[in-house]
Nanobody, 120 residues
Framework: QVQLVESGGGTVQAGGSLRLSCAAS????????MGWYRQPPGKQRELVAI???????NYADSVKGRFTISRDNAKNTVSLQMNSLKPEDTAVYYC??????????????WGQGTQVTVSS
């Protein structure tokens, strides 16, 4: 099993910044993609940003130029720096990792979610 611990959510005014962090631990042999998703109130979960092992990064159009994803392969951590936040960024943010375990089995894991609220 793989455990994910997220931190860094909260409430901020529009234009402000927040940094989310996610630490993975447990049965990890190789960490492939690490990413962040979000689920706004009443909407489906959507991709925010993803970083491959390379890392190659990819962002949702709505956050390009404002959010930056980074990962530390040695520590199995991934972070999301969110700047110039807007009320429409309000959502529960979830960390997601794509892992091969010691038994060479591949699986995807989700964090518990952290609330980000941006007030206007």
């Amino acid at each position: 099993q793989v455990q994910l611990v997220e931190s860094g959510g909260g409430t901020v005014q529009a234009g402000g910044s927040l940094r989310l962090s996610c630490a993975a631990s447990g049965n990890i042999y190789i960490m492939y993609n690490m990413g962040w998703y979000r689920q706004p109130p009443g909407k489906q979960r959507e991709l925010v940003a993803i970083a491959t092992r390379g890392p190659i990064t990819n962002y949702a159009d709505s956050v390009k130029g404002r959010f930056t994803i980074s990962r530390d392969n040695a520590k199995n951590t991934v972070s999301l720096q969110m700047n110039s936040l807007k009320p429409e960024d309000t959502a529960v943010y979830y960390c997601n990792v794509d892992v091969v375990n010691q038994g060479r089995n591949r699986a995807s894991y989700w964090g518990q979610g952290t609330q980000v609220t941006v007030s206007s």
